[in-house]
Nanobody, 119 residues
């Protein structure tokens, strides 16, 4: 199992940038992928971006070309560089880690960090 702690959220104007960080602790070597999800008020939690242990990335269409995910597998950290932020990016951003225990995948979540894009 792992524990995840996000940081880096805050208030930013449209067009601005933020860099989110997530630090994992525990069974780091069992993590197969890490990523980011977000949830706006009244909406479900949506996938944003991920990177697996091979460095393969995936992005939601809404953030592609604006956001960039990176990882340090050894340290168990994942980052989300967010550029050209829009009001619709406002949400609580959650860090996700997927662990493989030899039989199943299991997801772990951080507490979230708030990103607010507003003038």
């Amino acid at each position: 199992q792992v524990q995840l702690v996000e940081s880096g959220g805050g208030l930013v104007e449209p067009g601005g940038s933020l860099r989110l960080s997530c630090a994992a602790s525990g069974s780091i070597s069992s993590i197969s992928a890490m990523g980011w999800y977000r949830q706006a008020p009244g909406e479900q939690r949506w996938f944003v971006a991920l990177m697996n242990n091979r460095g393969v990335t995936s992005y939601a269409d809404a953030v592609k070309e604006r956001f960039s995910i990176s990882r340090d597998n050894a340290k168990g950290t994942v980052y989300l560089q967010m550029n050209s932020l829009k009001a619709e990016d406002t949400a609580l951003y959650y860090c996700n880690a997927r662990l493989w225990d030899g039989f199943n995948n299991r997801d772990y979540w951080g507490q979230g960090t708030q990103v607010t894009v507003s003038s």
